[in-house]
């Protein structure tokens, strides 16, 4: 779970968002879903300028949220988008798919110790 | 400053707007959010935010496009943009400058890196916001500026050129620029019918050269308009610059008085490029040169009033400029020049005239070099007294009740002889006599021929045949000057005024303590020569003027008498 | 225009040099050449040899010096004039106030 996310980064973000830290917690986890799911409506309509977008915009959030391998997969997902990789998009849609898996329960479980 | 910041952040991100604006209020700034671009332009419109955070790429429009919109709305405001990006990539973030952003944010967001970046913005606001005040304020003085300055002019344009002599021997040009850099040009009749012309340079430009004008141009028009003598006028007018102008402002001045009928030129100059003195069919030239500093640098006891007197027959030309001709430069930088100017004098046809040539000249030079034209030119021809224009006649309400009977004695000793100069009084009293007013000019003519008479062959006992040889002129004058430092004796005035109904006389009789001449055969002698000797001259206008003259006793005592009847008019 | 200023060794004599043009933007540095001194030096010279021009507010400001230096009693010398500003000095008769080499 440690490795999910950067630890040191969450500390930071729970001291400056105070009594806020929870709620930016349950936004993430809301807009990741709704990010992950944009981004595979994109891929099944073939939509790679879409899929590119919601890829930026799930490697942002997550990048914010101490979710740095995370981040680095949709980096490439986005890449790949860009350019049209037939093959490497689903292998990147599935890494996101299995990180962000474990990001979320990660981010779950320190939602429940606020 | 006083009111709180407003932040605008604009970010499709929930997380990302949740996360920046925490940061921005805990730095005691007011924030709105804005969720895509649309939203972001609408915001920036009513919500009218200081700084913006904004996202690069946005669903809609791309971050790009509402920077530019936003740039654009601010117009002349300062309102600082701050991208926030994970573009790496060096040209995408070329694409954020060139769109009008101000700075970067990365992510992960970092909250001791973005307070400084908003404390930079905000510093940069303001010293945007107060060089706008300040360009504002500058903007104001210089259309105030420009205002006196067009109201300077306004009244330099009545003041600074040739008066209200417009006479077809003298010719002016004075551009605007010169006025503006003070040159000044100042012309007027005397009582008995001389012209006076000033021209003038005053140091400075603008207000700086305006200040001296005004004064300068009261005193020349008052003195020469009673009577006074150009040395007196030029002694008044530096008292009174030495004393206005700050040090280090002074006058640079030519002041020439033309003698009609004497056929004579008086002139002072002090700091002018030399004037230049043209016989008409000759080709030799004579220089006026600058022989004294500037009026209002030193103060009376130091001012040197002496002035030269120079024949000048009809149709000779004399030409004086100031430096503005002399520096004016082509597209080089090259000055005209003095050798330019006397070729151009010295060489040209005398029946050519000089002064159209020497405008060209100079205007050909400037040619296309974009410079204003700085040039303030004058000249003025020699006319005989018959061609002068009528004087503009004043129309003095005359009194019923006035002097119609009286006599005056003025009786001037050593010291009031070599210090003053008793016509412009004379004159003053005479002209309480309504009937006298009319006559006003050929009464001054006489009283200073007879005054000068009195003065220079009665009592500084001057040879006026002096004046007819070669270096006459200069010789006499010089001489006159010796004789007044240690003179003995005086000069005595006596009026008398016998006024019937329609006519009247003036009975002026003139004594000097000199030793007389011998008045009959001079008299005989005018009678058969027709030559204009300079010294019978003045004979010849006193005879024109006055019903009668006669020499008496020694023949340092004379009689005139001027009389005049309405039907003259 | 450059201006330089330089007191000799015994204290009474300052030369102030001046470079160039001589014109109303010199007017805050001149000024300061001699205003900005610890001592009054009994006598001034204007060293011209560099400057290639001079207008009349360079003439005011050589008079505002010698009204500083004491008027009628100051001791101004000007020296090493090209022949143009030799001219112009002299038109303004400025030898009759200032000693002029």
Not at chain 1, 69 to 74: G, I, N, R
Not at chain 2, 107 to 116: F, G, M, Q, R, S
């Amino acid at each position: 779970m440690a490795e999910q996310l950067d630890m040191s980064l969450l500390n930071e973000l729970r001291d400056l968002m105070d009594g806020e830290f929870s709620v930016l917690l349950d936004v993430y986890i809301r807009e990741s879903e709704r990010q992950f799911h944009e981004a595979n409506e994109a891929w099944e309509t073939g939509d790679m300028d879409r899929l590119g977008r919601s890829a930026h915009s799930l490697k942002g959030a997550s990048c914010n949220i101490g979710a740095v391998q995370l981040a680095d997969y949709c980096a490439e997902l986005e890449s790949a988008a860009k350019q049209r990789l037939e093959t490497r998009v689903p292998e990147m849609l599935n890494k996101v798919t299995l990180e962000l898996r474990e990001v979320r329960d990660a981010v779950y479980a320190v939602r429940l110790s606020c | 400053m006083a009111e709180t910041i407003r932040i605008l952040v604009a970010d499709d991100s929930e997380v990302d707007r949740l996360l920046l604006s925490t940061i921005v209020r805990k730095e005691g700034y007011e924030v709105q959010q804005a969720v895509d671009g649309f939203d972001a332009l609408q915001m920036f419109e009513t919500y009218r935010p200081q700084m913006v955070l904004l996202d690069a790429v946005m669903p809609g429009i791309d971050g790009f496009e509402v920077a530019r919109r936003i740039k654009a709305q601010a117009g002349e405001e300062f309102v600082p943009i701050i991208f926030l990006t994970s573009l790496t990539e060096a040209d995408e973030l070329a694409r954020c400058v060139e769109a009008g952003g101000d700075d970067f944010l990365s992510k992960p967001y970092n909250k001791v890196i973005l307070k400084a970046k908003l404390n930079a913005m905000d510093r940069m606001r303001e010293m945007h916001h107060t060089m706008q005040l300040q360009r504002d304020e500058i903007t104001h003085h210089h259309a105030h500026l420009v205002q006196e300055q067009e109201a300077a002019k306004a009244v330099f344009d009545n003041v600074a050129h040739a008066g209200n002599l417009n006479v077809p021997f003298i010719k002016t040009l004075i551009s605007p620029l010169a006025i503006f850099n003070g040159d000044v040009l100042l012309a007027s009749r005397n009582p008995a019918d001389e012209v006076y012309v000033l021209l003038g340079d005053f140091t400075g430009h603008g207000l700086t050269a305006a200040i001296g004008t005004m004064p300068l141009a009261e005193i020349f028009y008052g003195m020469t308009q009673k009577g006074f003598l150009p040395g007196e006028i030029l002694r008044e007018a530096n008292r009174k610059l030495q004393g206005m102008l700050p040090k280090g402002y002074f006058c640079c001045a030519m002041l020439v008085a033309f003698n009609f009928h004497k056929g004579t030129v008086e002139f002072w100059n002090g700091g002018l490029p030399q004037g230049v003195l043209l016989r008409d069919g000759q080709k030799s030239l004579v220089h006026l040169d600058s022989k004294h500093l500037p009026l209002g640098i030193v103060g009376d006891d130091r001012f040197d009033a002496t002035t030269q007197v120079v024949e000048m027959a009809p149709g000779d030309r004399l030409v004086m400029c100031t430096d503005g001709i002399i520096e004016a430069r082509d597209k080089q930088g090259n000055q005209f020049g003095f050798e330019a100017f006397n070729r151009i004098v010295a060489g040209a046809d005398p029946r050519v005239d000089i002064f159209e040539r020497l405008k060209d000249a100079v205007y050909r030079h400037i040619g296309s070099s974009g410079r204003e034209d700085d040039i303030t030119l004058v000249e003025i021809t020699m006319v005989l007294p018959e061609d002068l224009p009528p004087p503009a006649n004043e129309q003095v309400a005359e009194s019923v009740t006035g002097s119609e009977e009286w006599r005056l004695s003025y009786e001037l000793r050593p010291r009031s002889l070599r210090a003053a100069n008793p016509l412009p009084l004379l004159q003053h009293v005479l002209m309480e006599v309504p009937q006298l007013r009319s006559h006003a000019g050929s009464i001054y003519t006489v009283l200073a021929e007879l005054y000068s008479n009195a003065l220079e062959h009665g009592v500084l006992g001057l040879d006026s045949s002096l004046k007819s040889s070669a270096n006459g002129f200069a010789d006499y004058y010089r001489a006159r000057a010796l004789a007044l430092e240690d003179l003995q004796g005086y000069v005595r005035f006596d009026f008398r005024c016998e006024i019937e109904a329609a006519r009247g006389s003036l009975i002026i009789t003139v004594e000097d303590s000199g030793p007389g001449f011998d008045f009959r055969s001079r008299l005989s002698e005018l009678e058969h020569t027709s030559r204009l000797a300079y010294h019978g001259r003045g004979m010849r206008l006193l005879r024109s003027l006055c019903q009668s003259i006669e020499y008496r006793g020694k023949g340092n005592e004379v009689e005139v008498v001027f009389a005049w009847s309405e039907e003259d008019g | 225009m450059a201006i330089s200023a330089e007191v000799s060794t015994t204290g009474d004599e300052l030369t102030i040099a001046v470079a160039g043009r001589f014109d109303f933007s010199s007017h805050q540095e001149f000024r300061n050449a001699y205003e900005a001194l610890d001592t009054t030096p009994a006598r001034y010279r204007i060293d011209l040899r560099e400057a290639n021009y001079i207008d009349s507010s360079a003439l005011g400001m050589l008079l505002l010096l010698r009204d500083y230096a004491g008027g009628d009693k100051a001791v101004v010398e000007i020296v090493n004039c090209t022949s143009d500003v030799r001219k112009i000095l002299s038109i303004s008769n400025f030898e009759q106030l200032f000693t002029i080499h």
